[in-house]
């Protein structure tokens, strides 16, 4: 991906400007309940506009040279879909077999790897978002084949799936924006379109992530040893992932920007699909949902982190 050309100042500001995000999203779920019922309804059109600024940097003769790169594909698939789901079971079993449902919380959230948000942080980290991008169908379809498979081993009950919810995702959330970032292109070229694709990324992820703490935020307060119990499994599985993509992508002699896409798909968890999954399966289980709902919590300030520090070592 092209570098972010004029707006220096923004990328040298930008861990501040995001954690003031959580940071006043925070504060909204606690001063402000009423808060909650507005970010909901921003989260999707903040999303769609933050992924379309995203792809309009993407051109489609960059994410066909991208299909090509066969050693990276099967490096991120590896640690997704065999790697990651072990380390997800065996953190649980370390940290959390007092605890069955958190366990299965959390084998829930971590198994599958996210197929939207790990885009933005590639982005964010200058890694390469056509490489990443190309590997989206592939993390969606074997997710979709290997998650009742991954509850059946893991936790012993052979559960359902919702595709139309996963259906809904995937249009909502990557067909609409990468078609009308593309649609775009066609009309539009140069710095200034660049430039203000950049500000809309970034205006979008801070209005995103205000959102999303100011509507989920709550449980922070209402449940904190829930998210105690749960930080340090999560924190360690991000660290092991990192360090696992990382080591994996210099064995391999991935180039910086690929490297960087690839901690960024390990890292990213939070999959659309398990929170609709976890209020449909596990109803008795109250803490299996919220689970899903915590562990983005955490994982929002470790992206942000990750992406900074991948992107200074570029």
Same mark, same amino acid.
């Given at each position: 991906?092209?570098?972010?050309?004029?707006?220096?100042?923004?990328?040298?500001?930008?861990?501040?400007?995001?954690?003031?995000?959580?940071?006043?999203?925070?504060?909204?779920?606690?001063?402000?309940?009423?808060?909650? &019922?507005?970010?909901?309804?921003?989260?999707?059109?903040?999303?769609?506009?933050? =992924?379309?600024?995203?792809?309009?940097?993407?051109?489609?003769?960059?994410?066909?040279?991208?299909?090509?790169?066969?050693?990276?594909?099967?490096?991120?698939?590896?640690?997704?879909?065999?790697?990651?789901?072990?380390?997800?079971?065996?953190?649980?079993?370390?940290?959390?077999?007092?605890?069955?449902?958190?366990?299965?919380?959390?084998?829930?959230?971590?198994?599958?790897?996210?197929?939207?948000?790990? #885009?933005?942080?590639?982005?964010?980290?200058?890694?390469?978002?056509?490489?990443?991008?190309?590997? *989206?169908?592939?993390?969606?379809?074997?997710?979709?084949?290997? =998650?009742?498979?991954?509850?059946?081993?893991?936790?012993?009950?052979?559960?359902?799936?919702?595709?139309?919810?996963?259906?809904?995702?995937?249009?909502?959330?990557?067909?609409?924006?990468?078609?009308?970032?593309?649609?775009?292109?066609?009309?539009?070229?140069?710095?200034?379109?660049?430039?203000?694709?950049?500000?809309?990324?970034?205006?979008?992820?801070?209005? *995103?992530?205000?959102?999303?703490?100011?509507?989920?935020?709550?449980?922070?307060?209402?449940?904190?040893?829930?998210?105690?119990?749960?930080?340090?499994?999560?924190?360690?599985?991000?660290? $092991?992932?990192?360090? &696992?993509?990382?080591?994996?992508?210099?064995?391999?002699?991935?180039?910086?920007?690929?490297?960087?896409?690839?901690?960024?798909?390990?890292?990213?968890?939070?999959?659309?699909?398990?929170?609709?999954?976890?209020?449909? $399966?596990?109803?008795?289980?109250?803490?299996?949902?919220?689970?899903?709902?915590?562990?983005?919590? #955490?994982? =929002?300030?470790?992206?942000? =982190?990750?992406?900074?520090?991948?992107?200074?070592?570029?």
């Amino acid at each position: 991906m092209d570098r972010d050309v004029g707006l220096s100042w923004v990328e040298r500001f930008e861990p501040a400007l995001l954690l003031s995000a959580v940071a006043l999203g925070l504060g909204l779920a606690r001063a402000a309940p009423g808060a909650a &019922a507005v970010s909901e309804r921003v989260l999707t059109p903040a999303l769609m506009l933050l =992924l379309g600024a995203i792809f309009y940097r993407v051109p489609l003769r960059r994410l066909r040279v991208a299909l090509g790169h066969r050693r990276y594909f099967a490096a991120a698939l590896a640690l997704n879909f065999v790697l990651m789901p072990l380390v997800a079971y065996a953190l649980g079993w370390l940290f959390l077999r007092s605890e069955p449902a958190l366990w299965l919380g959390l084998i829930l959230v971590l198994v599958t790897p996210c197929t939207d948000w790990y #885009l933005v942080f590639t982005a964010l980290a200058r890694g390469d978002v056509p490489l990443n991008l190309a590997l *989206l169908p592939w993390n969606l379809l074997l997710q979709l084949a290997l =998650l009742p498979l991954y509850l059946y081993l893991f936790t012993r009950a052979l559960v359902p799936l919702d595709f139309s919810l996963l259906t809904q995702s995937f249009l909502l959330f990557v067909l609409i924006p990468f078609a009308a970032a593309q649609l775009l292109r066609r009309f539009l070229s140069g710095a200034a379109p660049e430039q203000a694709s950049v500000i809309l990324q970034y205006a979008a992820l801070t209005v *995103l992530i205000v959102a999303l703490f100011a509507q989920q935020g709550r449980v922070l307060f209402d449940r904190p040893q829930v998210v105690l119990k749960l930080l340090p499994p999560v924190a360690l599985f991000f660290l $092991l992932a990192s360090f &696992a993509a990382l080591a994996v992508g210099r064995v391999a002699a991935f180039s910086a920007p690929s490297r960087a896409a690839l901690a960024c798909t390990a890292c990213a968890r939070n999959s659309p699909l398990t929170l609709s999954l976890a209020l449909l $399966l596990f109803p008795a289980y109250p803490l299996v949902a919220l689970t899903q709902v915590i562990e983005p919590l #955490l994982e =929002l300030p470790f992206l942000i =982190l990750l992406a900074y520090i991948l992107r200074r070592a570029t």
